[in-house]
């Protein structure tokens, strides 16, 4: 077990404690930036909460709601730092003493957005913030979908709580599905008249989420990963 890395570099099968298979090969971003307190290789489960920067008040309720589940089932909550859902899954993990890893779109040394300063020194001191981006990697939009396909590789299962039209958790949701990952889409977008691609994901085995206590029947029991490197 390695604690308390300081920017140290690992790769994702490091970090998971296992061999990837040949899709998830695919997606493998290389060499990863890690600072946390987090045990690694990480237990099980992950499971990204991902959705809107502008979220709606219902949205916000229904991050918490399932963060609080996920965290009450000893999961650990992933998310990429950015405003709206992604914040209120990182703080509702806080606010339960449960567990929380941010996959950022810049590398460590950087902050996007400077709202979330405190929050992210606070998951680099007690949690775990990781990043694909070297000290000095220039930030541009496409970062935060190469952000998403790798949140994607390390978590056990993706919830997009809420999105719109152009959203980037739905480059996340189509990589879920492409590794094999459980994917719910919560039910107020799968309603939303106005948007297409929630359908088209469930047609690809996406999973309408009503209630977040039936997203444990999917997930990978706690257990600590058995470390096949050293």
Known sequence: ????????????????????????????PGTLFVKGSLNIPLPCPKVSIIGSRKASAHGIVNAQKIAKTLIENQAIIVSGLAEGIDTVAHKTALNMKGETIAVLGTPLDKVYPKINYELQQE????????????????????????????????????????????????????????????????????????????????????????????????????????????
């Open 123 to 230: 998951l680099m001191k007690n949690h775990l913030v990781i990043s694909q981006f070297p000290a000095g990697y220039p930030i541009t939009g496409k970062n935060f979908v190469m952000r998403n396909k790798t949140m994607a590789l390390i978590s056990d299962a993706s919830i997009i709580v809420e999105a719109g039209k152009t959203s980037g958790s739905k480059h996340q949701g189509w990589e879920t599905l492409r590794m094999g990952r459980p994917l719910f889409i919560c039910e107020s977008i799968v309603n939303n008249k106005e948007l297409d691609w929630p359908t088209e994901m469930i047609d690809h085995g996406a999973i309408e989420l009503d209630d977040p206590i039936d997203m444990l029947e999917v997930l990978p029991t706690r257990f600590e990963v058995i470390d096949v490197f050293q």
């Open 1 to 28: 077990m390695h604690e308390g890395r300081e920017h140290s570099s690992i790769n994702v099968e490091e970090l998971l404690g296992r061999k990837l298979n040949d899709i998830e090969l695919k997606a493998d």
